[in-house]
């Protein structure tokens, strides 16, 4: 898309003698129309040449005489240089490219393409897949599309909680308690009944803590039964991932759990020895962290067992061997931040500079009414229940618009509207703030057709989707018979400026980390949409060119709504 910013700055820099780009930043954005699309403030230039801004900036008006067409005016007010773009010009830019058949809105490209590696989902094997993973997994999903959006090869990783010594815990609550038909029907409720079971038997019974840790041990070292009952545990949950992923549309390039970055700690503990960084602490291996003001990192258990962070520094030095990336990014909650700086300074200590680019993408909690969530206790709310809750009350409501406007959609076209409707409001829940902020769910806010939600992007897009119908588009490949040079109102001109600032906000959300900036810039044009729509008689336009013009513009709105919508994770319905 066309950085408008940036062609008026390379067409004045000769004049000012400057660099463009310097001027691009230079360049404001007036607080008024009447000062322009653009302006120019000339005290840095003025310092430079000793002058007066004033006269600068009549210096430069001077020199500017001969227009190019993208600029309809420039004029001086003061210091300042105001530029007036041609707003026909502007608008046939923003609908073409919007339009453009041979690039999806906002794409971009970089030249670096070594790997951008987007951790996400990560969930623990035998527990359930609740609505604080959903935040990671909705999230790390979105941040994977807006860097492929962006050009990055992204290489989508899942690092599965397989190991750890709740797995001793769970193996010998499996030997006593394990009721194998219900394994098989609901096997994660089961794997939770069991490990639920093992905190309360250990209450009174110390020794079932040792079993456990003993028992671990044994599936560290590769013992049997111990690894085959880890395995079956581990088959059984991602069964149950898998139908969530599936559901989600999400696949990962990679799915090495903790468990397989298990076998490469011991080089990893030798590496920090050579270096004498390891140092014994109450029988367990830690490394000092003094210096970056963080607290010891524990590399070894007492016992010898690995933890989860020795397993992390393995897999960073496994994954810069193996894929050499780029960024190495961690779509983690908050309350592991510790963690991950921990991690990140045990490498940087150790001389490894890959450690800085590997960066921790936080997010806050996730609350439904009131309370949070906690595996032992038991009252946690799973993503699949939240899902299908979401869908089933969206589809009630499609029903009775359905039913209203005199049943056009059939049974299977209701279905997947409710579908999409449903998993887009859970989705955009989790998108629409700032990912640090914590999210409390409520049914009333994230089905609401008319608030800051995917119902109503979605609903938006559907009804410019209908108005395309009812003029003869059933696609939104451009008209090239369009003229294009209609356009200009206040309110197209609102709505060009959204079509064709897309690009810069996906460019803002990758460099943030944060898809709320897409969110935030769809929601802002579906609202402009419907308001233009609300105002101006599309589809009744008296002048036939002008007409068509509109219902480009319209077309345009609808593939920049999409690709926004795509970048969330979200998929349109053409009917709602
Ligand atoms: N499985 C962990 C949990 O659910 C998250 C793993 C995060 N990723 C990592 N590389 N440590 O809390």
């Known amino acids: 898309m066309t950085d408008f910013r940036a062609k008026i700055a390379a067409y004045i820099a000769p004049a000012a003698d400057w660099d463009a780009r310097e001027l691009a930043q230079l360049m404001e954005i007036p607080p008024q129309a009447e000062l322009g699309d653009y302006a120019l403030p000339c005290f840095a230039l003025a310092r430079h040449w000793h002058k007066a801004p004033q006269q600068i900036a009549v210096n430069l008006q001077e020199k500017l005489s001969e227009l190019p067409p993208f600029i309809r005016a420039i004029k001086t007010q003061g210091p300042y240089l105001n530029i007036f773009l041609d707003p026909a ?243 983690v909650g908050l309350p592991q931040s510790l963690h991950f700086q921990q991690v990140f300074a045990v490498l940087k200590k150790a001389g490894y500079d890959c450690a800085d680019d590997c960066e921790h993408i936080g997010f806050g909690t996730v609350r439904f009414a009131g309370a949070r969530f906690s595996t032992r206790e038991g009252h946690i709310i799973e993503l699949e229940d939240l899902l299908n809750e979401a869908v089933a009350k969206s589809r009630k409501i499609i029903e009775e618009n359905n039913q209203q406007r005199g049943g056009d959609m059939s049974v299977a076209e209701m279905d997947l509207a409710a579908e999409r409707i449903g998993l887009g409001a859970v989705q955009y829940t989790y998108l629409r703030s700032g990912r640090e902020r914590d999210i409390v769910f409520s049914w009333d806010e994230m089905l609401n057709f008319e608030g800051d939600t995917a119902p109503y992007l979605l609903y938006t897009y559907a009804r410019a989707r209908s108005i395309l119908r009812k003029a003869g588009f059933t ?58 729509y609300g105002s101006t008689p599309v589809l009744n336009t008296p002048d036939l060119n002008n007409r068509q013009d509109r219902l480009e513009l319209v077309k345009a709105c609808c593939r920049v709504l999409e690709t926004g919508l795509n970048l969330l994770g979200i998929q349109t319905v053409d009917r709602m």
């Not at 959204?498 to 579906?526: D, G, K, S, Y």
């Open 89 to 331: 010009y502007y608008m046939a830019t923003a609908v073409k490219e919007a339009l453009d058949t041979q690039q999806v809105p906002g794409q971009n490209s970089v030249s670096d393409q070594r790997p951008v590696i987007v951790e996400f989902s990560s969930p623990n094997i035998a527990k359930p897949f609740h609505i604080g993973h959903a935040f990671t997994t909705i999230l790390g999903e979105a941040l994977a599309r807006i860097y492929t959006h962006q050009g990055y090869r992204v290489l989508r990783f899942n690092h599965l909680g397989d190991y750890g010594t709740q797995f001793g815990k769970l193996i010998v609550a499996y030997e006593r308690w394990c009721n194998q038909a219900e394994l098989e029907s609901d096997p994660i409720k089961e794997l939770n009944r069991l490990y639920v079971a093992f905190h309360q038997a250990a209450k009174e019974d110390p020794e079932l803590e040792a079993e456990a840790r003993l028992r671990f041990k044994r599936l560290e070292e590769g013992l049997e039964p111990e690894t085959a009952l880890w395995k079956q545990f581990r088959d059984l949950s991602l069964r149950e991932f898998n139908r969530l992923y599936q559901r989600l549309n999400i696949q990962f390039d990679n799915m090495n759990g903790e468990s397989f970055y298990s076998p490469f700690i011991p080089a990893v503990v030798e590496m920090l020895q050579r270096k004498h960084l390891l140092e014994e602490s109450e029988g367990a291996q830690i490394v000092r962290l003094d210096e970056y003001k963080l607290p010891p990192c524990m590399i070894l258990k007492s016992d010898g067992t690995t933890i989860y962070a020795s397993r992390d520094i393995a897999a960073i030095l496994y994954r810069k061997e193996q894929y050499d990336f780029q960024k190495n990014l961690y779509v």
């Open 475 to 532: 696609s939104l490949e451009p008209d090239l018979q369009a003229g294009l040079s209609s356009l200009g109102s206040d309110s197209e001109l609102q709505l060009g400026r959204l079509l064709n600032t897309f690009a810069a906000a996906v460019q803002q959300a990758c460099q943030a980390n944060e898809p709320f900036m897409v969110a935030r810039h769809i929601a802002q044009l579906a609202r402009t949409f419907n308001k233009y």
